[in-house]
């Protein structure tokens, strides 16, 4: 809580300056109507792979508002807040960082943010405060970031614009992220767009509870710093041209498994997480073609001697047209977890889901979008709740999107 009131007064004492030129506000109000699938969300504890499942009301709602400070030519300053009536904690901010970047006269450009913000990861979260605007649910992949991964620190970004192309690269160092992972180990893949709130947590699956002696309905913090010690990110990109676009990333936030806090009547562990993830983005007229796939460990050490190490794989490809007032859009995921040394493990699974979204923009500021999300996936720990190890879901959503 002190981190993020903090964050929020630096940026504002950084953004207002008496030179202060501009003060932008926008965001969206968000209805949804939903036929929830069978098996129980993990949002209410269950081990289901959408936001909206079995004993889920199928009416819900949300809000999203960023505030953008142009204190100068070259300094930014951002705060986004939300409204997300799933979570713990409804209202939270997601974002809120300074960027200085100085006006460029040459092909080299750079700049420098602070605070907290992102991974630039996700291909699909183009739209106001980190959204997805070709479908209501992201990937598994960027579910996942949105979940469990937050730079809270600064980044270096280094850009050169020529005649062949622009290409990038960034570096950044990170705390408050030592958790990361055990959402993905515990409860597995998921699809939903919830992005979890700076002082916010998320619910693990009723099962998990008793594994890590912890009471029922068990909270799990993804932003908490254990062990002084800075995680880290690089990436680069390359676009020969407005149509297309190639991204690489390495993050490692190098956590110490020694290190563990008391949270919510359990024990909070650090996870050693690192990945690779790449991307790539080719437009056709009004279609763009999108693709991005992730490899990585999670490892965390509950007794001393016991190393537990879960692989983790995800891909997807999706097609979507970007204009017009009709914007369908069709994508395909695979997902699988390995838990080592045993990858018969209860929490080991594999799994694959098909997206298919149709956005209607009567007017600039409004969307509405039909969605039908059906997962397959076979996980063990299915068997501790009574069910099959693998399940076949299915979820429609109506969602209803009105800018400002």
Not at 163 to 189: H, V
Not at 237 to 242: F, H, I, K, L, T
């Amino acid at each position: 809580m002190r981190t993020t009131r903090t964050i929020v007064a630096l940026t504002c004492l950084m953004a207002l300056p008496a030179q202060a030129q501009s003060l932008t506000t926008e965001g969206f109000l968000d209805l949804r109507v939903a036929a929830p699938a069978d098996e129980t969300s993990w949002l209410d504890g269950g081990l289901g792979k959408t936001r909206f499942g079995g004993g889920d009301d199928a009416l819900s709602g949300g809000a999203v508002l960023k505030l953008s400070f142009q204190a100068t030519p070259s300094l930014l300053a951002s705060a986004t807040a939300q409204y997300q009536p799933e979570l713990p904690k409804p209202f939270d901010l997601t974002e809120a960082w300074v960027r200085y970047r100085p006006v460029s006269t040459t092909p080299w450009r750079w700049s420098v943010q602070a605070g907290a913000f992102f991974p630039p990861i996700s291909l699909e979260h183009d739209g106001v405060g980190w959204s997805t605007t070709r479908t209501l649910t992201p990937s598994a992949i960027n579910s996942w970031v949105g979940e469990e991964l937050r730079t809270i620190g600064a980044e270096l970004h280094v850009e050169h614009r020529g005649q062949r192309g622009t290409l990038d690269a960034r570096a950044a160092m990170f705390f408050k992220n030592d958790p990361a992972g055990e959402l993905l180990s515990s409860r597995g893949w998921a699809l939903g767009d919830i992005a979890t709130g700076l002082d916010g947590g998320l619910r693990q699956p009723d099962v998990y509870a008793s594994v890590a002696y912890a009471p029922v309905p068990m909270e799990y913090r993804p932003f908490v710093e254990m062990d002084d010690h800075p995680g880290f990110y690089g990436s680069l990109g390359w676009e020969p041209s407005s149509q297309t676009r190639f991204t690489a990333l390495y993050y490692d936030n190098h956590a110490d498994l020694d290190e563990s806090v008391q949270y919510a009547g359990r024990t909070l562990f650090a996870w050693r997480t690192h990945f690779w993830s790449a991307g790539a983005e080719q437009r056709f007229g009004e279609w763009a073609l999108l693709g991005q796939a992730m490899h990585g460990y999670t490892i965390f050490e509950p007794v001393p001697g016991m190393v537990l190490n879960t692989e983790f794989n995800a891909g997807y490809l999706m097609l979507a047209r970007e204009y017009g007032q009709w914007q369908p859009a069709l994508r395909v995921d695979l997902f699988q977890s390995r838990q080592r040394p045993d990858p018969s493990s209860m929490l080991s699974e594999h799994g694959n889901a098909v997206t298919f979204a149709v956005n209607w923009r009567p007017q600039e500021r409004l969307r509405i979008t039909g969605e039908v999300l059906q997962v397959d996936s076979s996980r063990n720990q299915r068997r501790d709740e009574g069910l099959d190890v693998r399940q076949r879901d299915v979820q429609v959503q109506v969602g209803v999107r009105l800018f400002f």
